[in-house]
């Protein structure tokens, strides 16, 4: 019974991760807070919280299967476009798995401070709030905004790579980090959505199986099974709603997520 109750909690935990991974508010922050309320206890390593996002990528791959094919076929030509976009993609990710694999260590260890996650919820979101605000006030920008997912800079996919860097500290959003990032940097709202999708394929499977390969030695067959029906719903989870979070969030302010983000926040604040 108490093994069926952790699948269960696990297959909770994977509805959370479907709908939160693909909006600015971190996903990971709330698998922890989530988790910790209904008393899931975690894989060894937290492999638990950072392998089910796999679950999720699933169905951005599904979703961008035609970008995805268009730039396999256009590599496979040796096409310039494309073997130059692969590059810009390529110097987006690099910078993750280079200070992934330095510090993944220390990151981890900051999964277990909830006033770290609260805090960076909270500053994430004023964040957000200053960036839209910005926008909104500097209408010129949108005329420097790029109508092609295939024309980005070096210099745009390089802020967005940092971005993504940051995004690794708890609490912070990998989605909203690139896309933030990407908008600071001169991309519309809708490409740079689209765009950091595209390198969250390389970067959150390479990250899910470099984890799982380093802890395999120390899960258990309940891990193992709790890991698989995460992913599983994550998945599913996902795959019914990315088309329509990806729709909302090309078009519409980040303000009601920061919202979102600042009152949860508070909320971790006061309770952990």
């Not at 309320?37 to 392998?51: A, H, K, W």
Request: proline content about 2%.
């Amino acid at each position: 019974m108490d093994q069926f109750l952790v699948l269960i909690k696990a297959c909770f935990l994977g509805i959370v991760e479907g709908l939160t991974e693909f909006i600015p508010v971190s996903s990971t922050a709330h698998l922890i807070f989530i988790g910790k309320l209904i008393n899931f206890n975690s894989c060894n390593g937290m492999v638990f919280e950072v392998f089910i996002q796999v679950g999720a990528i699933f169905s951005a791959i599904f979703l961008f299967r035609y970008y995805i094919f268009d730039i396999l076929l256009g590599v496979l030509r040796l096409d310039v476009r494309y073997l130059l976009f692969l590059a810009k993609v390529i110097f987006s990710v690099m910078p993750s798995i280079i200070v992934g694999a330095i510090f993944i260590r220390y990151i981890k260890k900051l999964f277990l401070c909830p006033s770290l996650i609260a805090i960076s919820l909270i500053i994430g979101g004023l964040i957000i709030i200053a960036v839209e605000n910005r926008r909104n006030i500097n209408s010129k920008e949108k005329s420097c905004c790029y109508s092609d997912l295939y024309n980005i800079s070096i210099k745009q996919s390089l802020c967005v790579g940092f971005a993504q860097c940051i995004s690794m500290i708890p609490g912070v959003s990998r989605f909203g980090a690139t896309v933030i990032g990407g908008m600071l940097s001169g991309l519309s709202r809708s490409i740079a959505t689209r765009y950091s999708f595209i390198i969250a394929i390389p970067t959150m499977l390479g990250a899910s199986l470099y984890d799982l390969w380093f802890n395999i030695n120390n899960l258990s067959y309940i891990d193992f099974s709790s890991i698989f029906i995460g992913s599983i719903s994550a998945f599913i989870s996902a795959f019914f709603l990315v088309k329509y979070i990806v729709r909302f969030v090309e078009t519409n302010s980040y303000i009601v997520f920061a919202l979102y983000r600042i009152m949860v926040g508070i909320l971790i604040l006061f309770i952990c």
